[in-house]
Antibody
């Protein structure tokens, strides 16, 4: 039973870099993609990007210029860096495990981390 | 503005059947499977339906999903007070992006 636990700084100033880490417990780290998803207060979900155990990444085109997702397989952890943050980046950030079928046509997020509220304010 | 379109709200009384729609396009729902997530107040989203109509272990069979063309639906039968939550549809978009609906707030009257 995979569990995800995430942590990181919750208050940033504009132009700073957001950094969050997610640890994977109780399951296989390889064979899955690991994603970051965010939810602005009172709004819907936005996929940020993903990484697999080999370090292969995919990013949301709208955030790609500011996002870096990295992996540490020795610790079963993956991390999110989002540079040059503004108030628009204020959100709850979730890490999640993404299952992908062998065909690649079926994908879903399960489970999710507990979420980290990141606020950007001067 | 979300890529997938959901009604912002839905409601029903206990015991009723409620459906939530999700509309997309040929690049997402039209060519990929749809998943649904339930988000109870103050908690992380939880997988409710995957691959259009499959329920993970532990999800009651009151919840069902369907897909036709570029639209999908989530149906909840025998509505219960604990079903009051936000519901999100999601799919893979051919731009190699995972996309979500804007969410539907379900109120049990």
């Amino acid at each position: 039973q995979v569990q995800l636990q995430q942590w990181g700084a919750g208050l940033l100033k504009p132009s700073e870099t957001l950094s969050l880490t997610c640890a994977v417990y109780g399951g296989s780290f390889s064979g899955y993609y690991w994603s970051w998803i965010r939810q602005p207060p009172g709004k819907g979900l936005e996929w940020i990007g993903e990484i697999n155990h080999s370090g292969s990444t995919n990013y949301n085109p709208s955030l790609k210029s500011r996002v870096t997702i990295s992996v540490d397989t020795s610790k079963n952890q993956f991390s999110l860096n989002l540079s040059s943050v503004t108030a628009a980046d204020t959100a709850v950030y979730y890490c999640a495990s993404e299952y992908s079928s062998s065909s690649g046509l079926e994908n879903w997020f399960d489970p999710w981390g507990q979420g980290t509220l990141v606020s950007v304010s001067s | 503005q979300s890529v997938l379109t959901q009604p912002p709200s839905a409601s029903g009384t206990p015991g009723q059947r409620v459906t939530i729609s999700c509309s997309g396009s040929s690049s997402n729902i039209g060519s990929n499977t749809v998943n649904w997530y339930q988000q109870l107040p103050g908690t992380a989203p939880k997988l409710l339906i995957y691959s259009n109509n499959q329920r993970p272990s532990g999800v009651p069979d009151r919840f069902s999903g369907s897909k036709s063309g570029t639209s999908a639906s989530l149906a909840i039968s025998g509505l219960q007070s604990e079903d009051e939550a936000d519901y999100y549809c999601a799919a893979w978009d051919d731009s190699l992006k995972r996309v979500f609906g804007g969410g539907t707030k379900l109120t049990v009257l």
